[in-house]
């Protein structure tokens, strides 16, 4: 099912988001909507808080690469990058953001399976920016400080 994204000032996207303990019955049905909400046009990735739901969960399509990952962690990033990004969350937004360039993730899936992903370019972007929304963090965060308060001024 395609879930509405929550919106930039939903307490929920300032969350760190809980691991999950155990694929059940949930688990599986929050995987299943991250993946066909992420499955629209113009989207690289969607959290699990952005849908509403407060676990360490995460999908992305990049290039026709559609997948996803349960309790994901940074194991390594290199390289740097700096390109536009923008936030299903912060809509109709896009700001120049530095980033590593080729990252490693690894996870879980609904098999309890150890799954690593390695992306550079886009594919790495995407992977960081939902790691950070799954820690609280949006991509405006990485702003410099005057850029910042511009963006949150505006919000308001």
Same mark, same amino acid.
Do not use: K, W
């Given at each position: 099912?395609?879930?509405? =994204?929550?919106?930039?000032?939903? &307490?929920?996207?300032?969350?760190?988001?809980?691991?999950?303990?155990?694929?059940? &019955?949930?688990?599986?049905?929050?995987?299943?909507?991250?993946?066909?909400?992420?499955? *629209?046009?113009?989207?690289?990735?969607?959290?699990?808080? *952005?849908?509403?739901?407060?676990?360490?969960?995460?999908?992305?399509?990049?290039?026709?690469?559609?997948?996803?990952? =349960?309790?994901?962690?940074?194991?390594?990033?290199?390289?740097? *990058?700096?390109?536009?990004?923008?936030?299903?969350?912060?809509?109709?937004?896009?700001?120049?953001?530095?980033?590593?360039?080729?990252?490693?993730?690894?996870? =879980?899936?609904?098999?309890?399976? &150890?799954?690593?992903?390695?992306?550079?370019?886009?594919?790495?972007?995407?992977?960081?920016?939902?790691?950070?929304?799954?820690?609280?963090?949006?991509? =405006?965060?990485?702003? &410099?400080?005057?850029?910042?308060?511009?963006?949150?001024?505006?919000?308001?």
């Amino acid at each position: 099912m395609i879930r509405e =994204i929550r919106p930039f000032g939903d &307490p929920i996207l300032r969350t760190t988001c809980d691991p999950v303990r155990g694929i059940t &019955p949930g688990t599986r049905s929050v995987v299943r909507d991250l993946l066909d909400t992420v499955d *629209q046009p113009g989207r690289a990735g969607v959290a699990a808080n *952005q849908i509403g739901v407060g676990l360490r969960i995460f999908s992305y399509l990049v290039d026709g690469d559609l997948g996803y990952l =349960i309790n994901p962690e940074l194991v390594s990033a290199t390289g740097e *990058q700096s390109g536009p990004e923008g936030c299903l969350s912060v809509p109709g937004h896009s700001f120049e953001v530095t980033r590593p360039d080729r990252v490693e993730v690894t996870g =879980i899936d609904l098999d309890g399976a &150890p799954v690593t992903v390695v992306g550079t370019g886009l594919l790495a972007r995407a992977l960081l920016h939902e790691l950070d929304h799954l820690d609280g963090r949006l991509y =405006i965060d990485l702003l &410099p400080g005057s850029r910042r308060r511009e963006v949150l001024r505006a919000f308001r």
